[in-house]
């Protein structure tokens, strides 16, 4: 649900002393988050994206006129005996665009021609490589926004706030599905899942894995599709929540004048037929995707989520109520490991809005056994 944003952060600029760029620079990568988002971080970390900054604010910054002094003498051996020519003018001037360097070696040359060395390939790839949106920049941002991730360590002591109803989410995960059994999956099923859970796809994994976890409930549900319609929690200085799978109710199950009256409260996309109050969230990521990404996707997933639950908890009435409940969970699925989080919604302790918690209520390694598989997924 959406809040306020009345306190203002300050810090020092942890990115450039010049913060009115003169010009626009064009565009060295792929799309960066607004110059907002760094200047209102309260700790800037040093990720790709941050450099990028970096650059684009020093490409803005116009060069120093300095006025090059005239070389009084041509004799290189008199350079050499006063330490060369004076080139303090040279000092804060930015290196031209478009030049390469290249080494002045013939024999150096004629083999990087011939062949690229192995830095080569490296800095091509890395170049090419595409730095994901939810790095520990994106986690800052919802700090200072008061989403908080699992494990977060609050200051001052502060005891951090779990789920007033955790044990019986504890408990509830202890009951049995009644749909899987021992012999609706043989050993060849199990074999067969741990193959398809070495793709190199999250579609793969989404379309041939999470299916095999998830069954078959009669719940509606979506994926995939951005959160466009829901008001930020952060500022919209960020990337929009897009869930790999949601689930939520049906829009025929919502009052319209309840739809409409907290429509970019509960209403997550402008598409029709999709599920509305979304409050359960699940993220993929193959093998070699990053499980801190996950975590961070489904803990910007589930402060919606939540935020979604609360404004119809609350509808109609005067002040808002915080009960300490999970009434949104978010699950994370990463090289055979699923996690289970849940999340809830506690009262503003600052000028801010409410404070979005992020709390794991369960992990099952999937892969280890088929045994394992059975007991765990049934639960």
């Not at 494990?151 to 779990?162: A, D, K, L």
């Not at 300490?324 to 994370?332: L, M, R």
Request: with cysteine; glycine share 6%.
């Amino acid at each position: 649900m959406a809040r306020p944003q009345n306190r203002k952060r300050q810090r020092a600029d942890e990115i450039s002393q010049d913060n009115s760029p003169a010009k626009k620079a064009k565009s060295t990568g792929g799309r960066n988050f607004s110059p907002a988002f760094w200047d209102n971080l309260s700790r800037v970390w040093l990720t790709p994206r941050a450099l990028r900054e970096l650059d684009r604010r020093n490409n803005t910054r116009p060069s120093p006129g300095f006025t090059a002094p005239e070389v009084c003498s041509t004799d290189l051996a008199r350079f050499a005996r006063r330490r060369g020519p004076d080139l303090r003018h040279l000092r804060g001037c930015l290196e031209p665009k478009g030049v390469t360097h290249e080494m002045s070696s013939g024999r150096s040359s004629n083999s990087s021609q011939s062949r690229p060395t192995q830095s080569t390939k490296a800095t091509s790839v890395s170049k090419a490589r595409r730095s994901s949106a939810y790095d520990d920049g994106f986690e800052q941002h919802l700090i200072d926004n008061d989403i908080y991730p699992e494990g977060y360590e609050y200051p001052e002591n502060r005891v951090t706030p779990e789920p007033g109803n955790l044990d019986q989410v504890h408990q509830d995960l202890l009951v049995a599905r009644a749909s899987l059994s021992p012999s609706r999956l043989p050993e060849s099923a199990f074999r067969d899942f741990k193959r398809k859970n070495k793709t190199k796809s999250e579609g793969n994994i989404m379309r041939n894995v999470i299916p095999m976890i998830a069954g078959n409930a009669d719940i509606p549900n979506e994926g995939n599709l951005p959160f466009t319609n829901f008001m930020s929690l952060a500022d919209e200085a960020t990337v929009k929540a897009v869930p790999d799978y949601f689930d939520g109710a049906r829009t025929r199950d919502i009052h319209s004048q309840v739809r409409h009256d907290l429509n970019t409260s509960i209403v997550p996309t402008k598409h029709a037929n999709v599920p509305v109050v979304p409050n359960i969230f699940l993220e993929a990521k193959t093998p070699k995707g990053g499980a801190d990404v996950a975590q961070r996707q489904a803990c910007h997933d589930g402060a919606y989520g939540t935020g979604a639950m609360h404004a119809l908890q609350n509808y109609g009435e005067t002040e808002p109520a915080y009960d300490g409940n999970a009434y949104t969970y978010s699950s994370t699925y990463h090289d055979g490991t699923l996690k289970l989080y849940g999340h809830h919604v506690t009262a503003p302790t600052t000028a801010g809005g409410p404070e979005y918690h992020m709390t794991q209520a369960g992990a099952y390694a999937l892969t280890h056994s088929r045994k394992a598989f059975v007991k765990q997924a049934e639960e």
